[in-house]
């Protein structure tokens, strides 16, 4: 079967159409018909779906939950105290038992081999909930959000060519999707990480791939000056200084993170767009963005948490019902 690991495993049309569909469920649901087609409500019907989550979730989890729900399909929940996974069996065991009772797996991990073996031993769809390196589910959702803040009437792509996505914070599992997807789709990112936090040599490496994928490749800056990253960016963004099973080095982070926090006045001093639009895949902790910011007109944080349905519905749709067929 095709999995869903990393946003490296889609074409730049493939990440286009994941995202437009997305977009038209959305659009169905909230202003059509009030409805997904009729073809996809009973695509899963019968079928589960397993949910193995080694790490907390509330959008991962309800998203995909209302996703297969959506489907006519139902959602197992399997986290790290229910299952036998990582204490009593072993990944090769649980994913030949898993696919063969299953329509897919969805699997929040830590390390992301963890979620690549489960995927090499697994008979049916593994989709990636979140390792240590990916979060291809999140970026599908952000690519939604940024075309909805900035549409474009372009009819077969998302028309985000030109945009400047600015990263201020720590270099981590969402930052290196959100770049592979930015170079797929046209659009530059600039980087700004404390030193010592840099993108990893081999993460540039897969980023310098994805960019060989199309002839209009959004280009990667990096610096260690947030407003060197700021100047003309269109969308700053952030995420939170400690990942999941980063907290023991809490203390030692916050103090490397020091001026690093997304304010109105770091946007301006870096010379922002004037329209400039903030975006967090949440949680969020004050620290990396103020709440001036946070809650204030130019965020889009709550949009794109709820967007994170539309691109749960989509990545089964192309990956459990099309099996793989974008
Ligand atoms: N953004 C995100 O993946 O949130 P959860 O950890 O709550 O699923
Ligand atoms: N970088 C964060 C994202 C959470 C959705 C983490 O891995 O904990």
Redesign the pocket.
């Known amino acids: 079967p095709r999995h869903l690991l990393s946003t490296a495993d889609l074409t730049p049309a493939e990440l286009t159409t994941l995202v437009r569909n997305a977009h038209r469920h959305k659009d169905d649901v909230k202003s059509g018909t009030g409805e997904i087609p009729h073809s996809l409500r009973t695509a899963l019907a019968g079928r589960t779906v397993a949910m193995t989550f080694s ?9 995909t939950e209302g996703a297969v729900a959506a489907l006519g399909g139902i959602p197992m929940f399997l986290g790290k105290d229910d299952i036998q996974l990582g204490v009593n069996e072993s990944l090769y065991d649980t994913a030949i038992v898993l696919s063969s009772m299953t329509a897919a797996i969805v699997a ?1 991990v830590g390390p992301h081999s963890d979620v690549a073996d489960l995927a090499k031993h697994s008979t049916v769809p593994v989709i990636n ?2 390792s240590d390196l990916y ?1 291809p ?2 970026i599908i ?1 952000d690519f939604l959000t940024i075309a909805e803040v900035y549409p474009s009437g372009s009819t077969n792509s998302l028309g985000l060519e030109g945009l400047k996505i600015a990263w201020i914070g720590d270099a981590n599992n ?1 930052l290196f999707d959100l770049a592979i997807g930015a170079t797929k789709l046209g659009v530059d990112i600039s980087v700004a990480t404390p030193k010592g936090y840099e993108i990893p040599e081999e993460m540039r490496g897969v980023i310098d791939q994805a960019a060989t994928t199309t002839p209009k490749a959004g280009r990667l800056f990096e610096t260690t000056v947030p407003e060197e990253a700021i100047k003309d960016a269109d969308i700053l963004v952030t995420d939170t200084w400690v990942s ?1 099973g980063q907290e023991e080095e809490t203390a030692k982070r916050l103090k490397a993170f020091e001026g690093f926090q997304i304010t109105s006045e770091l946007a301006k001093r870096g010379g922002a767009k004037e329209n400039w639009a903030f975006m967090h ?3 969020r902790h004050p620290e990396e963005v103020s709440d001036e910011v946070f809650y204030g007109p130019r965020s889009v944080v709550f949009r794109e ?1 709820e967007n ?1 349905l539309w691109a749960a519905l989509s990545a089964l749709e192309a990956f459990v019902v099309n099996k793989g067929r974008i």
């Open positions: 790490k907390r979730s509330t959008r991962t989890r309800v998203s929040r909930a979140l979060h589910l999140q959702a969402v999941m895949c949440l949680p948490a994170r």
